[in-house]
């Protein structure tokens, strides 16, 4: 269960293989552009995971942001706000307020992660299990091969369970002490942080912690994927009035609740996509279109102009859709209906994410809540393009 499935001797030489041409490329380019140019040139090379490196220009650096964008009684909200041009700029973000949550764990941390390479959540991690806390860890085996983090913390004895499938355990998520869930769209990697536009809730409450922490106990266990229970044990949550649904895919049926909750809009339906190819999800959104709602929405470029994007049938019908302005990645996966309940997690709005991938999703019935994720859609709606030459694409 501890152990890391060990690299293949192809792999192996892939990495060889590698790791001979950026030394080649980093001579190469020192030569001819000057060291400092080289040294920029490969570690923005060896720091893709989700896109490509974008064109730097002449600006001078600036300081990459965290935007705290609010809290509440039992909730905190964060958003990465990432700066143009990025000028490797990877400390003072979201991650900063990840450490310093497993900095206050008394007893346990149970931490779900799809991708992982910042250095300082590992040691954290680490240091948790060496003050005595009970750390235990699962994560995608494809997705945290290529990094080093990922070995240290089974290599100082946190018991970790790798997902071994083709398909994805795509959580991002921690409970800390059974009473604090961390949860979104946010990678717990240097992009993810500093690079992509991402999102992230933190939630006080145990009942919800039990939630998470039964869901990680199953993928702990090595139940992934469909073969994987339906047993939330507080499937609806009530904190002081406000309600919270809680859905972990592809166990739990999603698809068709967020059919149901976009087909109640009466005003207006945002939404912020990495991936949105559900037929049906988008048939719901055009349907309500036709009766008066409202439907904008800010897709991922990379993707947006494919016959599986929803992108072209709701531009087709007349929605305001737009793509991205980030030349890295726009991560969210994010619906909000009428300005008062906002959906949030891991889940992008796919087959894949609904049928195959390991995922958590709230549905937060909360305009306090909500209005935070509609400052967010507002400010990248704002950058975001409108696209060009009739299809979803920007020329």
Not at 45 to 74: C, F, K, N, R, W
Not at 185 to 204: D, F, K, L, P
Not at 237 to 263: A, K, S, T, W
Not at 309 to 327: H, I, K, M, T, Y
Request: one cysteine or more; hydrophobic letters at 40%; aromatic letters at 8%.
């Amino acid at each position: 269960m501890t152990k890391r499935k060990s690299k293949s001797s192809s792999s192996q030489s892939r990495t060889l293989l590698m790791v001979v041409g950026l030394l080649i490329l980093f001579i190469v380019a020192g030569v001819w552009f000057g060291w400092d140019q080289a040294f920029g040139l490969v570690g923005g090379m060896l720091g893709l995971t989700e896109a490509p490196q974008p064109a730097q220009g002449d600006s001078q650096p600036a300081a990459v942001s965290e935007d705290i964008a609010g809290g509440g009684d039992y909730y905190q909200v964060y958003f990465t706000n990432p700066v143009i041009p990025f000028d490797d700029v990877t400390t003072g973000g979201i991650d900063d307020r990840l450490v310093e949550l497993i900095n206050s764990a008394d007893t346990s941390i149970v931490a779900a992660m799809f991708e992982l390479d910042l250095q300082n959540v590992a040691d954290a991690l680490i240091a948790a299990h060496e003050r005595g806390v009970d750390v235990r860890v699962v994560y995608d085996d494809e997705h945290t091969e290529d990094d080093p983090q990922m070995e240290e913390i089974i290599d100082a004895g946190i018991p970790a369970t790798p997902d071994e499938r083709s398909a994805f355990m795509h959580n991002k998520f921690f409970v800390i002490d059974g009473e604090t869930v961390w949860t979104g769209s946010m990678n717990i990697t240097v992009n993810g942080v500093y690079h992509n536009n991402n999102n992230v809730i933190v939630i006080q409450s145990p009942a919800l912690a039990a939630n998470y922490t039964a869901e990680f106990e199953e993928m702990f266990n090595g139940e992934f994927g469909p073969s994987s229970p339906s047993n939330t044990p507080n499937p609806v949550i009530n904190l002081g009035g406000i309600q919270i649904e809680n859905y972990f895919g592809p166990e739990d049926v999603i698809i068709p609740r967020l059919v149901e909750v976009v087909g109640g809009a009466q005003s207006s339906i945002k939404f912020m996509t990495f991936s949105f190819t559900h037929d049906d999800l988008g048939a719901a959104m055009r349907e309500r279109a036709a009766a008066g709602v409202t439907v904008t929405g800010v897709f991922e470029t990379r993707g947006a102009d494919t016959e599986y994007s929803e992108c072209g049938a709701l531009l087709d019908a007349g929605q305001d859709v737009r793509l991205d302005g980030n030349p890295y990645t726009f991560h969210h996966k994010v619906i909000i209906v009428d300005d008062s309940i906002v959906v949030i997690g891991s889940f992008n709005f796919s087959e894949n994410a609904a049928s195959s991938n390991d995922e958590n999703l709230l549905i937060v019935h909360d305009p306090a809540v909500t209005s935070l994720y509609v400052q967010e859609f507002d400010r990248r709606f704002a950058e975001a393009n409108v696209p060009a030459g009739g299809g979803c694409k920007t020329d």
